[in-house]
């Protein structure tokens, strides 16, 4: 149980091209998603927090009208790279805790398989 | 804040070696441990947690002590499978801005050769 589904895997496109990237909860309701960002040889930095009705809380340096997020339902959010350029190049994570679970849940997130984007 | 250390690596070890990885953390709560594994090309799965002072997380024949007093949480196997081979991720998460926050540390790459 507890699959997040992440898509694409893969995207190589060219710079200014706006990119969405998908993140479900296959098997449970999620209200808070979290989209994260891993640099080669760096670890995961987390970018926002997403809320299902509700507008994303952005990490500190981390540009919201760079990176769009919408969290339309409890099964999706999205993350949109808008007007791509290389430095944007990376790789993005999603996560996903379970409806029910609260906010000070102690309990893991899931997390879904990535998204390598690279933008020539 | 929060911050989680970890031995950069990369780690080689033989197969049936013992494997231990370093995790120190700085927390200003009282926060609960995890370490992830990445294996190539895929997302982070959670390996084993713990979420007080001197609980032992276990799986897959790793294990990994939550040791308050040295605000530490290493990372151990007996005997290592070239299957092993991934990245493992240090975390700790706690209330921080009226959310569960999860802190990582940079990754230790472990590399086990037959």
């Known amino acids: 149980g507890a699959v997040v589904s992440q898509h694409p895997s893969r995207v190589i496109c060219k710079s200014g091209t706006s990119v969405k990237i998908e993140c479900r909860s296959l098997?449970?309701?999620?209200?808070?998603m979290f989209w994260y960002r891993q640099f080669p040889k760096q670890s995961l930095m987390l970018m926002a927090t997403?809320?299902?009705?509700?507008?994303?809380?952005?990490e500190q340096g981390v540009e919201k009208d760079k990176f769009l997020i919408n969290h339309a339902s409890l099964t999706l959010s999205t993350l949109t790279v808008t007007s791509a350029h290389p430095e944007d190049s990376s790789f993005y994570i999603c996560s996903a805790r379970p409806r029910g679970t609260g906010v000070y849940s102690n309990q893991p997130q899931h997390f879904g398989d990535g998204t390598r984007l690279s933008i020539l | 804040g929060n911050s989680v250390t970890q031995m950069e690596g990369p780690v080689t070890l033989s197969e049936e070696a013992f494997l231990t990885i370093n995790c120190t953390y700085t927390?200003?709560?009282?926060?609960?441990l995890f370490w992830y594994v990445q294996y190539p090309g895929e997302g982070l799965q959670l390996l084993l947690k713990a979420t007080k002072a001197d609980d032992k997380g276990s799986n897959k024949g790793f294990e990994a002590t939550y040791r308050k007093e040295t605000t530490s949480f290493h990372l151990e196997k007996g005997s290592v499978q070239v299957s092993d081979s991934a990245v493992y991720f240090c975390?700790?998460?706690?209330?921080?801005?009226?959310?569960?926050?999860?802190?990582f540390g940079i990754g230790t790459k472990l590399q086990v050769i037959p």
């Open positions: 997403s809320n299902e009705g509700s507008k994303a809380t952005y």
């Open positions: 975390a700790l998460s706690d209330r921080s801005g009226g959310y569960q926050k999860v802190t």
């Open positions: 927390a200003t709560g009282y926060p609960s």
């Open positions: 098997d449970f309701q999620a209200t808070t």
